[in-house]
């Protein structure tokens, strides 16, 4: 029963990386604004998806990276397949450069993120452009790749206390 | 963290295939949503109507706290916009005026001309449950659906001009797609000239004016109005004014679809033209015999002179503007 029941428990926690990437897309996609609408939303669904990939890359697989960028098409009224492209983009380059990526700290963290919000931002632009073919206005994606980056301090935080407290650390498996 | 560095060494060579797996997917989504978008916004439809309680709810506090912060400005300025609005009052009184007289001939002269009476348009009232302006999507979402009869490709309404077209009509809610949005395209008229051309958002706050007649200069201020070219939309609504930015036109929107919190959706849709009644003088002629041919004339060019009303009953006359007022008055609250 005890080894079920931790079982059952490891597999929440294995999720909750996954969950909180669906869940910052749903938050980050509410149609709500607090700026009039003149702000577009952070890339919220993009923090979970950086800072799991870096620190437990097991619980945060392609798959899981396609599905949050798929939610996140979904519920903002892109052209799906916009933000997934764009993620999975983002994804391949954090595991190509994960160990240097994993190794940054401070403000070089920050800027870390910077480039894989970047990254993303640049995909979305593009894929958006083909969709529609001809270019949108980059104004909303620089705003919105602006205030992800500031966000993204005090979502670390919370990010990381959650890490703290629910998933833990990577473990070798012998 | 070494041992996570070992371990995600070992993965790394396993995620290759995966990575380029679902990059090839989220391709393959993109194109099928190019070709068969149709099935993929019913499903977002659906999850919105499923939504939509929850949503209402949140959005009410979002609501007032973005009305106060619209307003937050106009709180120092009430002596002045008094003034001004006042002068403005004044001057519209004036213009009510010669609108009226101008109704009042316009309608003596359909009525000489025995003119086709322009339909009456009706309109469902409707609350805004949720905006967002997203990169690609400039949104607001109503709380009227196909239950209330609003279908995608209508006009949406805010007390001052257009906001934008429903875009998407789910059972209880439906997306409208702003002006502004980038995949959003009217064709307007600029008064005075009658000139033709294409609203085209671009996510800015101020929507390109694009396919102008060549050598074109616009008058900054003048007022566009929707042309009602290709049937979707009526002639005549109001959109904004002209404005030069950057050697380009763009116009200044008269609706203010952040702050906006009920719009009138136009039930609007041009009707098929109707083939006229047949009569005996359709039925062909069997042809002239061979000794007629050369005697034959063209018929004569006769200028169609409509048969007068029977005594004591007037021709049909409807004004030629829809009736705003009368459509209200029809309105389903949303």
């Given at each position: 029963m005890d080894r079920a029941s931790a079982m059952a428990g490891g597999m929440i926690a294995a999720s909750i990386p996954f969950f909180c990437g669906i869940a910052a897309a749903v938050i980050a996609n509410l149609p709500v604004s607090f700026t009039l609408g003149f702000l577009p939303p952070p890339l919220l669904a993009l923090m979970p998806l950086y800072f799991w990939c870096l620190v437990r890359p097991d619980l945060m697989p392609p798959g899981a990276a396609f599905t949050i960028g798929l939610v996140q098409d979904f519920l903002s009224?892109?052209?799906?397949g916009v933000w997934t492209g764009a993620f999975i983009a983002a994804y391949a380059l954090l595991d190509r450069r994960r160990d240097a990526f994993a190794g940054l700290s401070g403000p070089a963290a920050v800027l870390g993120f910077g480039l894989a919000a970047l990254v993303v931002s640049v995909a979305a632009y593009f894929l958006g452009a083909i969709y529609f073919w001809h270019l949108p206005a980059a104004e909303p994606i620089l705003l919105s790749l602006v205030l992800s980056i500031l966000l993204y301090v005090p979502a670390a935080m919370v990010l990381g206390a959650v890490h703290r407290r629910f998933v833990g650390p990577l473990r070798v498996q012998p | 963290m070494a041992n996570g560095l070992r371990r995600s060494t070992r993965l790394r060579g396993n995620t290759q295939f995966p990575i380029a797996l679902f990059g090839a997917l989220a391709l393959a989504l993109l194109l099928l949503g190019k070709t068969q978008g149709n099935m993929l916004d019913q499903a977002r439809a659906a999850l919105i109507d499923w939504a939509s309680p929850g949503l209402a709810a949140i959005h009410a506090p979002f609501e007032g706290f973005n009305r106060w912060l619209a307003n937050a400005d106009d709180m120092f300025n009430l002596y002045q916009e008094n003034v001004r609005l006042k002068e403005d009052n004044a001057r519209l009184r004036q213009w009510q005026g010669a609108a009226l007289a101008l109704e009042a001939r316009v309608g003596r002269y359909e009525q000489l001309l025995n003119a086709v009476p322009e339909r009456k348009t009706e309109s469902v009232l409707a609350r805004v449950i949720g905006r967002s302006g997203r990169p690609f999507l400039e949104t607001m979402i109503l709380d009227a659906g196909t239950a209330n009869g609003v279908k995608p490709g209508e006009a949406v309404l805010d007390p001052r001009g257009l906001v934008g077209r429903v875009y998407l009509a789910g059972q209880n809610t439906s997306w409208v797609i702003l002006l502004?949005?980038?995949s959003s395209r009217v064709p307007v008229v600029i008064q005075p000239g009658n000139i033709p051309a294409m609203l085209t958002?671009?996510?800015?706050?101020a929507p390109r004016l694009e396919?102008?007649?060549?050598?074109t200069e616009l008058k900054p201020g003048s007022v566009i109005v929707t042309s009602g070219d290709g049937g979707l939309l009526p002639a005549g609504l109001a959109v904004g004014t002209v404005v030069a930015q950057a050697g380009k036109y763009r116009a200044a929107l008269y609706a203010e679809a952040h702050s906006t919190s009920e719009v009138e959706i136009l039930r609007y849709q041009r009707l098929p033209e109707q083939a006229p009644p047949p009569s005996l003088?359709?039925?062909?002629?069997p042809g002239p015999m061979p000794a007629q041919v050369e005697t034959m004339q063209p018929p004569a060019q006769t200028d169609a002179q409509p048969a007068p009303p029977p005594a004591g009953q007037a021709a049909p006359v409807a004004p030629a503007v829809p009736d705003r007022g009368q459509a209200g008055a029809g309105r389903a609250a949303g």
């Amino acid at each position: 029963m005890d080894r079920a029941s931790a079982m059952a428990g490891g597999m929440i926690a294995a999720s909750i990386p996954f969950f909180c990437g669906i869940a910052a897309a749903v938050i980050a996609n509410l149609p709500v604004s607090f700026t009039l609408g003149f702000l577009p939303p952070p890339l919220l669904a993009l923090m979970p998806l950086y800072f799991w990939c870096l620190v437990r890359p097991d619980l945060m697989p392609p798959g899981a990276a396609f599905t949050i960028g798929l939610v996140q098409d979904f519920l903002s009224g892109a052209p799906i397949g916009v933000w997934t492209g764009a993620f999975i983009a983002a994804y391949a380059l954090l595991d190509r450069r994960r160990d240097a990526f994993a190794g940054l700290s401070g403000p070089a963290a920050v800027l870390g993120f910077g480039l894989a919000a970047l990254v993303v931002s640049v995909a979305a632009y593009f894929l958006g452009a083909i969709y529609f073919w001809h270019l949108p206005a980059a104004e909303p994606i620089l705003l919105s790749l602006v205030l992800s980056i500031l966000l993204y301090v005090p979502a670390a935080m919370v990010l990381g206390a959650v890490h703290r407290r629910f998933v833990g650390p990577l473990r070798v498996q012998p | 963290m070494a041992n996570g560095l070992r371990r995600s060494t070992r993965l790394r060579g396993n995620t290759q295939f995966p990575i380029a797996l679902f990059g090839a997917l989220a391709l393959a989504l993109l194109l099928l949503g190019k070709t068969q978008g149709n099935m993929l916004d019913q499903a977002r439809a659906a999850l919105i109507d499923w939504a939509s309680p929850g949503l209402a709810a949140i959005h009410a506090p979002f609501e007032g706290f973005n009305r106060w912060l619209a307003n937050a400005d106009d709180m120092f300025n009430l002596y002045q916009e008094n003034v001004r609005l006042k002068e403005d009052n004044a001057r519209l009184r004036q213009w009510q005026g010669a609108a009226l007289a101008l109704e009042a001939r316009v309608g003596r002269y359909e009525q000489l001309l025995n003119a086709v009476p322009e339909r009456k348009t009706e309109s469902v009232l409707a609350r805004v449950i949720g905006r967002s302006g997203r990169p690609f999507l400039e949104t607001m979402i109503l709380d009227a659906g196909t239950a209330n009869g609003v279908k995608p490709g209508e006009a949406v309404l805010d007390p001052r001009g257009l906001v934008g077209r429903v875009y998407l009509a789910g059972q209880n809610t439906s997306w409208v797609i702003l002006l502004r949005d980038v995949s959003s395209r009217v064709p307007v008229v600029i008064q005075p000239g009658n000139i033709p051309a294409m609203l085209t958002g671009d996510n800015t706050v101020a929507p390109r004016l694009e396919a102008l007649p060549p050598r074109t200069e616009l008058k900054p201020g003048s007022v566009i109005v929707t042309s009602g070219d290709g049937g979707l939309l009526p002639a005549g609504l109001a959109v904004g004014t002209v404005v030069a930015q950057a050697g380009k036109y763009r116009a200044a929107l008269y609706a203010e679809a952040h702050s906006t919190s009920e719009v009138e959706i136009l039930r609007y849709q041009r009707l098929p033209e109707q083939a006229p009644p047949p009569s005996l003088d359709d039925i062909p002629d069997p042809g002239p015999m061979p000794a007629q041919v050369e005697t034959m004339q063209p018929p004569a060019q006769t200028d169609a002179q409509p048969a007068p009303p029977p005594a004591g009953q007037a021709a049909p006359v409807a004004p030629a503007v829809p009736d705003r007022g009368q459509a209200g008055a029809g309105r389903a609250a949303g």
